[in-house]
């Protein structure tokens, strides 16, 4: 069984940075694409930003220009650069490894953004 762990989550006041990351618990083969979502309370799991094997990098309209997700797809280890933090952003984020047919999630790290 594959475990996938994240790390870097925290509490942080608007306007500042935190750097998540993501690793499996050993090498994967067949992966697609990594991917960081993130859940608030009361809300609908959604994603933030993935990562494809080849490199190529899709954000979320909130985070666009904010968040920049790092990493080899292929090592099993991606990063998320999160910049100019907002109370909006305040979630459980999911690190979330996927290939065809297949996927595994992460126990999630809250993130909470506040004065």
């Known amino acids: 069984q594959v475990q996938v762990v994240e790390s870097g989550g925290g509490l942080v006041q608007p306007g500042g940075s935190l750097r998540l990351s993501c690793a499996a618990s050993?090498?994967?083969?067949?992966?697609?694409?990594m991917g960081w979502y993130r859940q608030a309370a009361g809300h609908e799991r959604e994603l933030v930003a993935s990562?494809?094997?080849?490199?190529?990098?899709h954000y979320a309209a909130s985070v666009a220009g904010r968040f920049t997700i790092s990493g080899d797809v292929a090592e099993t280890m991606i990063n998320l650069q999160m910049n100019n933090l907002k109370p909006e952003d305040t979630a459980v984020y999911y690190c979330?490894?996927?290939?065809?047919?297949?996927?595994?999630w992460g126990q999630g790290t809250q993130v909470t953004v506040s004065s």
């Open positions: 050993r090498s994967i083969f067949g992966i697609a694409t």
């Open positions: 990562i494809l094997r080849s490199g190529g990098a």
């Open positions: 979330k490894i996927e290939g065809f047919g297949w996927r595994y």
